[in-house]
């Protein structure tokens, strides 16, 4: 699920398709799972190759590691997961690397349960992610008001599958932070965003494999539909200039594959 927003912690889509990572992980006596990784920004060519502007975007200084550890406990048809998460980066903003670099560090934590049968399977999720800046290069350029920043987000998803084939997810997301004019450059200053995403998800091959061409495919199509309460900060005229936050409704049709 994919939200458009002005304000985001990095493991949140802060830097999405705009890195590269390696990592490895590992599951313990079928209960503790570890993975280790790191993460750098692509070069500025390798981006527009793919179809990517990087003007303006955040820029990682060497790695980010990245870490995750959870429990996961299966029983009968039931499975239940507890998790942390997180990264810690220096960032160039905006790739400008005159007056060093800005610090952000992102901890979550995150909840799900699974019921698996034969015809429906239920899957709830909570999710809460938190990221400190430090803005020691974003205040001297000009770009941050505060010299510090707290920001946070928090989700919770309801999915549900009948026969394998035919799906239907829902989301309640929220985020919120502190107020920083020049960061966030809202008409008030904050991150504040919340709404609801809802999607309708069809896997004609989920049940039986692919067509005999391609047996080993998998095809899920979605239509999603984002729902703004508020947006940076306001219900009504975010930016300023008359925009509401239900302006930044969306909708989108995916395709999405798998070997």
Known sequence: MQLVS???PL?????????VGFGGYGMFDNLLYIEAGAYTTLSAGAQKALGVDPEGETEIDGLAPYWRVALDKTWGSHALELGTYGLY???FPGRDQSVGYDRLTDVGVDLQYQWLST???VTLLANWLHEHQVLDASRPLGL?????????????TGSYLFDKTYGIDTQYFYMAGDMDALLYGSRTGRPDSNGWIFQLNYLPFNKHGGPQFWPFSNLKLSLQYILY??????QRNFDGMGRDAS??????LEAWIAL
């Open 89 to 91: 980066a220096r960032t």
């Open 229 to 234: 309460n508020k947006f940076n900060g306001s």
């Open 144 to 156: 941050a008001q505060n010299g510090s920043n707290e920001l946070w987000t928090a989700s919770i």
């Open 6 to 8: 002005y304000a985001a």
């Open 119 to 121: 015809q429906h399977d």
């Open 11 to 19: 493991l949140a889509g802060g830097v999405a398709q705009q890195v």
């Open 247 to 252: 302006d930044n409704d969306t909708l989108y």
